[in-house]
């Protein structure tokens, strides 16, 4: 807390990205593994009872891996992912968010809604090839409380 109203979070988050291209019949399915560290501005307002905020800043994540789904008609088949020298496991990116937060005992509910924006390319873009990157929509609900 730097007063009342403005606090800096940092955090260490577990965090699964995933995509899906087709239907349910025929399709290519990903979900990658991060570890991840935002560090976050925090504008908080509100009473003392529930509390409503606002947060944003940079991100810094590690790619640990990942397992990859195709299917077509019957056939389906999972393998986890591979790493490749074109692969860029760093990711540098940005995090927004709103939340609320509900005093309870000696702690507070906190209900989180976040938007991710990766700024790295998850490959090496060769010539005009566009460059893929994380777009992430989260919500999470947690129980906070002071060490």
Same mark, same amino acid.
């Not at 290519?28 to 009473?47: M, T």
């Not at 790619?63 to 074109?86: A, L, N, Q």
């Given at each position: 807390?730097?007063?009342?109203?403005?606090?800096?979070?940092?955090?260490?988050?577990?965090? /699964?990205?995933?995509?899906?291209?087709?239907?349910?019949?025929?399709? =290519?399915?990903?979900? &990658? +593994?991060? =570890?991840?560290?935002?560090?976050?501005?925090?504008?908080?307002?509100?009473?003392? /009872?529930?509390?409503?905020?606002?947060?944003?800043?940079?991100?810094?994540?590690?790619?640990?891996?990942?397992?990859?789904?195709?299917?077509?008609?019957?056939m389906?088949? &999972?393998?986890?992912?591979?790493?490749?020298?074109?692969? +860029?496991?760093?990711?540098?990116?940005? &995090?927004?968010?709103?939340?609320?937060?509900?005093?309870?005992?000696?702690?507070? =509910?906190?209900?989180?809604?976040?938007?991710?924006?990766?700024? &790295?390319?998850?490959?090496?873009?060769?010539?005009?090839?566009?460059?893929?990157? +994380?777009?992430v929509f989260?919500?999470?609900?947690?129980? =906070?409380?002071?060490?």
């Amino acid at each position: 807390m730097i007063n009342d109203m403005f606090s800096i979070q940092p955090e260490l988050l577990y965090v /699964q990205k995933g995509y899906k291209i087709g239907e349910d019949e025929a399709y =290519l399915k990903g979900k &990658s +593994n991060y =570890l991840e560290v935002p560090v976050l501005a925090k504008i908080g307002f509100g009473g003392e /009872q529930v509390r409503g905020f606002v947060t944003g800043g940079p991100t810094l994540g590690y790619w640990t891996g990942g397992k990859s789904t195709v299917k077509f008609g019957d056939m389906e088949d &999972s393998e986890d992912y591979e790493f490749e020298d074109e692969d +860029n496991r760093l990711e540098l990116g940005a &995090s927004f968010g709103i939340g609320a937060a509900y005093k309870v005992g000696a702690g507070e =509910l906190n209900l989180d809604v976040r938007y991710g924006l990766g700024f &790295s390319s998850l490959y090496e873009a060769e010539g005009n090839e566009p460059k893929t990157r +994380n777009r992430v929509f989260g919500v999470s609900l947690a129980y =906070l409380f002071s060490l």
